[in-house]
């Protein structure tokens, strides 16, 4: 199955999207800050999907996304940002950004399952 | 590989990503006669499906099927296949 | 507990602690941007992960937090102490509700009421129009309004209506991660699509195989909110029309209202789709299916479109076609309803996002969160291990009698110094880990401070220094109370109101300063205010009207002793009970918790001035250097610290003063306490040589007569269990290297005892 990247500073989030993703039976990358998902990628990771969260110290989600964006091998990765019901604005930043859509949080097991079957082969 | 080529065929096998597209356009180009063979092929990225449209490549295996090779036939539809 | 429901749990506490210093430091300068990001983005994870829970009321409020948050970080709503007052109750409720799902892994049954309130109040704040309020879509087609079957789309085995939807994909979707083709494929209820191919392609060689070019035409026969829902990432570049077959189709006739609403709609998303920068090739076939669209709306309503459509440039007519339909389509009176959503999203004007190149270092695993308990079980085991190897000098003994060569004893020491010193580093890399900075608790006492000064009206200004300075995590914790009373008292009692400031010619703000540095193996705390300082000659006559000193005692005092009254049980200088400190909470009751812990207190005033406090602590509770006494048949253990000097007198040096007994050691008078007595033990008569161990407690000094003074120990004091923790002369016990129990001396009670 695939390999996902997930950013987010906050443990508690990263812990529950990490078991959602294993229970489709992907394998799981974290990070949580934008500086160690580079630093992960950079190191050889080649996750299939990267969901990130907006807000987190130092470069946020939508920078992070626009950075990967510049790398050929990461151009066409989906790339998913975490966001709420009110945030369509920052989803409207984020898609200029270069993400390719967005959840909304809390994720649950069935939105996850939704986006991954619209974004990923086999998904 | 998913993808293996010689002069008259390639053939594709398994899923084909959009990165693949690097190595079928050059190809398609240098032999816009030959025949793409899909019969193996189980999914492929918008941007394969396209390429191989719009370089109006010849497409083997595709005639017949049920899934999304229909829209490498010749009216670029596809017919979900009915649930009784 | 689940594991993740205590991350949760931790992690919320961490970042309720930051919103409160965030909020706290905005208070000061409402313009920090960067305060108000780190208050946003600790309450939106708070919010983010709460969702993951079933504590509705707890994420209910902190969504409304952080909707008013992002309408002030916006700058659309001000930063107002009103806003900062709701902001702050509703993260003192979400420490209330974390208490709650730690305690019983559920909220209380008032939470969901209390819930509520709440975020109508912050919601209340969010004034400005329209936010939170997306426009409803008129609820315009109903599943009735239909139209008829388009003719580029094949006959399908459906009945009913079902959605035409019309998939224009930007011609860089690739480069958002988007793969169109697999989106068509997932979509809910597909029967049918078709690729839409550009008019003409670019040559093989011209071919830019990563851009897109083609669009898409599907049916599917799922609801209207399932498709929305499906193609929500690329909701503008997809136009939905409700059709139905031929045989299906209502008659035609008059435009009825649900008809004319979902016109009207299409209208509206077909020049949202114009608008929408789309570079060609994509721009042609996205004009050519508003054209399209146009005329199947136009047959709908039965208007006649002219001219025709112009092939050179389409969109000239395309918006003659607009206008003839805008106008028919127009509803019959005018309702002063808002428009469908804005059309043209304006590039946002504002900077983007605040480029931060310095990026802060990542923070990933550079700490490990353990619980207490487990450094503590394992301060415990350290501390064990500096017990067990006292055991060593007793074995080294006892093979001094046996070993004649000398070389066992030798052997013994030497194993007995390695093992001291590694037990030794052991224990002081656990204190290590132990020490937290002081910050932890004292930037707390913000909130205090500034609720407190709103409430009296009075104008505080709270001043830390050495809020780095470390401590052992237990004795910080325990300081936590202490200072909060201290506080509570500066400000209750000790500053003045802004107007009597002014009339005694100080500065209108009162302030509270809360220091703290280590001296030597302690840490002290000294907690300062410039109010009006305490009046000793009232304290003095409250002790003596309470009959807590006699006035012989009194006149001997300096005023700095007679200010040390104040900790005296049942002093209180302020007569009425101000419900801010309350009653019951004095200074006594600080005083008795500092010297629980191990400390000493002392208090400094000078009136109209002000008033210091200060408390000195033990750095670490845990071992401890132990002198031992032998009293009766019983091994006692005085902290080493508190012992000034060991003495031999002679019993005829004892000096009696009605009923206390004394003795001078250079030149100092020295009040004596027979243990012997007062553990009622038999008194040994035929002693000439006594000996007296001279203790300081608070600045006094004690000479204690025991029998025998033995060597110190190191020892864990353990506090006293079971029905020994009622006396109240031991402070606790602790293990022997040969397997006794020692108890340790409170020094204090012992003294007190002495003289009452």
Redesign the interface.
């Known amino acids: 199955m695939a390999h996902v990247m997930i950013v987010d500073d906050s443990p508690t989030v990263l812990m529950s999207m990490e078991s959602l993703l294993q229970r489709f039976g992907h394998t799981v990358v974290k990070a949580s800050t934008a500086e160690e998902a580079v630093e992960k990628l950079r190191a050889g990771e080649e996750p299939k999907m990267v969901i990130t969260d907006l807000h987190m110290p130092g470069k946020n989600g939508i920078e992070l996304i626009g950075f990967l964006r510049q790398h050929p091998a990461h151009r066409f990765t989906p790339m998913l940002v975490l966001t709420t019901d009110s945030q369509q604005d920052r989803r409207d930043q984020a898609k200029k950004a270069g993400a390719t859509g967005w959840l909304t949080k809390p994720v649950d097991h069935k939105q996850l399952e939704t986006a991954l079957q619209k974004l990923l082969p086999n998904g | 590989m998913p993808i293996s080529l010689n002069d008259d065929c390639a053939l594709l096998e398994g899923y084909i990503d959009i990165t693949d597209v690097d190595i079928l356009h050059p190809w398609l180009q240098q032999n816009p006669t030959s025949a793409v063979d899909v019969s193996d092929c189980t999914g492929a990225h918008t941007a394969v499906v396209q390429l191989l449209i719009a370089t109006g490549a010849t497409v083997a295996g595709a005639e017949g099927t049920e899934d999304w090779r229909q829209y490498l036939t010749s009216g670029r539809e596809y017919y979900a296949k009915e649930n009784a | 507990m689940n594991?993740?429901l205590a991350?949760?749990v931790a992690?919320s506490r961490d970042l309720i602690e930051a919103a409160s210093k965030a909020l706290l430091d905005l208070e000061q300068n409402a313009q920090d941007k960067e305060q108000i990001?780190q208050l946003?983005?600790a309450v939106?994870?708070i919010?983010?992960?709460?969702?993951?829970f079933e504590f509705t009321p707890l994420t209910k409020t902190v969504?409304a937090g952080?909707?008013l948050l992002?309408t002030i970080r916006a700058g659309d709503v001000p930063f107002t102490s009103d806003v900062a007052d709701v902001l702050l109750e509703m993260l003192d409720r979400c420490v209330d509700w974390l208490d709650q799902v730690e305690a019983q892994e559920a909220l209380n049954e008032d939470a969901a009421a209390i819930g509520d309130a709440l975020s109508q109040r912050l919601r209340a704040l969010i004034d400005a129009p329209g936010i939170?309020a997306?426009p409803e879509l008129s609820d315009a087609a109903p599943e009735d309004t239909a139209l008829p079957w388009p003719d580029d789309v094949?006959a399908?085995?459906v009945s009913g209506a079902v959605t035409l939807v019309t998939y224009t994909p930007s011609v860089n979707?690739?480069?958002?991660?988007?793969?169109?083709?697999?989106?068509v494929?997932?979509t809910p209820g597909?029967?049918?699509?078709?690729?839409?191919?550009p008019k003409e392609?670019?040559t093989?060689?011209d071919?830019d195989?990563?851009l897109?070019?083609?669009s898409f035409r599907l049916v599917s026969s799922a609801s209207q909110d399932e498709l929305d829902?499906?193609f929500?990432?690329v909701s503008d570049e997809v136009t939905y029309e409700a059709i139905v077959s031929a045989g299906d189709a209502p008659a035609e006739g008059a435009i009825d209202e649900g008809l004319r609403a979902m016109a009207e709609q299409l209208l509206v998303s077909q020049r949202s789709l114009l608008a929408s920068d789309q570079a060609s090739p994509a721009e042609d076939h996205c004009t050519a299916s508003v054209a399209v669209v146009l005329q199947r709306v136009a047959q709908a309503v039965s208007i006649e479109l002219s001219p025709e459509l112009d092939a050179d440039n389409p969109r000239a007519t395309i918006d003659q076609w607009m206008a003839i339909l805008g106008a028919a389509l127009r509803k019959p009176e005018p309702k002063a309803v808002a428009a469908p959503p804005a059309v043209v999203?304006e590039e946002?004007a504002d900077e983007p996002?605040t480029?931060?190149q310095t990026?802060?270092p990542?923070?990933?695993n550079s700490h490990l969160r353990v619980s207490s308990e487990r450094i503590d079980a394992l301060m415990n085991l350290a501390g064990e291990l500096i017990v067990a190897k006292n055991a060593m000098p007793f074995l080294a003994q006892r093979a001094e009698t046996m070993d004649e060569t000398g070389e066992l004893v030798r052997e013994i020491k030497a194993q007995h110094n390695t093992i001291n010193r590694i037990s030794e580093e052991l224990q002081s890399a656990i204190m290590q880990i132990r020490m937290v900075p002081m910050s932890t608790i004292l930037s707390r006492f913000n909130r205090l401070v500034r609720d407190m000064s709103r409430k009296l009206g009075k104008e505080i200004q709270y001043v830390v220094e050495g809020e780095d300075t470390e401590a052992d995590k237990a004795i910080v914790d325990e300081l936590a109370e202490p200072i909060v009373h201290l506080i509570r008292n500066s400000i209750d009692h000790g500053l003045e109101d802004p107007v009597t400031r002014e009339a005694s010619d100080k500065p209108r703000v009162g302030t509270i300063q809360v220091k703290a540095y280590q001296l030597e193996e302690s840490v002290v705390l000294e907690v300062l205010d410039d109010g009006k300082g305490i009046d000793v000659d009232g304290v003095i006559a409250k002790a003596l009207e309470r009959g807590l000193v006699d006035q012989d005692k009194v006149n001997n005092m300096t005023r700095t002793d007679a200010l040390q009254l104040v900790f005296l049980p049942g002093l209180s200088t302020k007569n009425e009970v101000s419900d801010l400190s309350g009653r019951g909470v004095g200074m006594d009751a600080v005083a008795s918790m500092v010297r629980r812990l191990g400390g000493s207190i002392s208090i400094f005033s000078e009136k109209g001035r002000g008033t210091k406090i200060t408390m000195k602590l033990p750095l670490s509770m845990a071992v401890q250097r132990l002198m031992m006494v032998e009293i009766g048949d019983g091994l006692y253990g005085v902290p080493i610290d508190r012992v000034v000097e060991s003495q031999k007198i002679k019993s005829s040096s004892i000096r009696r003063h009605r009923n206390a007994e004394m003795v001078v050691l250079r030149d100092r008078l020295i009040p004596l306490v027979r243990m012997r007595n007062l553990f009622a033990c038999p008194d040994v008569e035929d002693n000439d040589i006594l000996s007296v161990m001279v203790v300081d407690v608070d600045g006094r000094e004690s000479g204690l007569i025991v029998d025998k003074f033995h060597p110190g120990v190191d020892a864990i004091i353990k506090p006293m269990t079971g029905v020994l923790s009622s006396y109240q002369c031991y402070s606790g016990t602790a293990l022997l290297g040969d397997g006794s129990i020692l108890l340790a001396l409170n020094l204090r009670e012992i003294i007190e005892c002495q003289y009452h």
């Open positions: 594991a993740l991350q949760f992690e990001d946003f983005r939106h994870t919010k983010g992960a709460a969702g993951l969504h952080e909707d992002d939170g997306i094949p399908l085995p979707a690739f480069f958002s991660g988007d793969d169109p083709l697999r989106t494929q997932s597909l029967v049918w699509s078709r690729i839409v191919s392609w670019p093989s060689d071919l195989p990563f897109l070019h083609i829902a499906h929500a990432y999203e946002q996002e480029i931060k990026a802060s990542a923070r990933a």
